[in-house]
């Protein structure tokens, strides 16, 4: 989407769309998903068996010959998700709902619990997939790759993240 500060990296028809809470001011700046280096998206996702090699921020738009995708619940760039409002949240899954109906990946994969519990509406939700589908696709709540989440360390991320693509190593030729 060119309207959009840090573009889609989306294609009909995707194994797993990533979907972020929003971009870094890093990630916008330089116009690649998950820039920032304390951020664990890119080793969790290589770990979890969903692409051969680690890939830099720079490679983003090399996920989709992997079957995968990455977008943001909300397009506002911020230093911290936490300076996001409920309204945005709530905005931007009615937007990302539209999206995923459009180009129906197979899974979509919100990656952040607090993000899923304020935009969906959905405040007693856990990590895994949910019960309810996404604009058709399969929904799964993840864990954040930011660095500032302490709670789940990557071998912890790349175990969930493998979870949504069961044949992957098969897929990437890992």
Not at 101 to 127: H, Q
Not at 136 to 147: K, L, M, R
Request: with cysteine; net charge positive.
């Amino acid at each position: 989407m060119p309207d959009k500060p840090l573009p889609d990296v989306i294609a009909p028809g995707l194994d797993v769309l990533f979907c972020g809470i929003n971009p870094s001011l890093m990630s916008a700046e330089i116009g690649h998903h998950f820039a920032r280096p304390g951020n664990r998206f890119w080793p969790a996702i290589h770990l979890a068996g969903l692409t051969p090699r680690r890939l830099q921020p720079v490679e983003d738009r090399q996920l989709l010959r992997y079957g995968l995708g990455v977008t943001n619940v909300v397009d506002r760039p911020t230093r911290t998700a936490a300076e996001l409002s409920g309204d945005e949240l709530r905005a931007g899954a009615e937007a990302l709902e539209r999206l995923v109906a459009r180009y129906r990946p197979r899974v979509l994969a919100v990656l952040g619990i607090t993000a899923w519990r304020e935009g969906f509406g959905r405040p007693k939700a856990l990590i895994g997939r949910q019960p309810e589908r996404v604009g058709g696709a399969d929904t799964w709540v993840v864990p954040n790759p930011s660095g500032l989440n302490a709670h789940f360390q990557l071998p912890d991320l790349a175990r969930v993240y493998g979870q949504l693509r069961p044949d992957a190593a098969a897929r990437t030729g890992c």
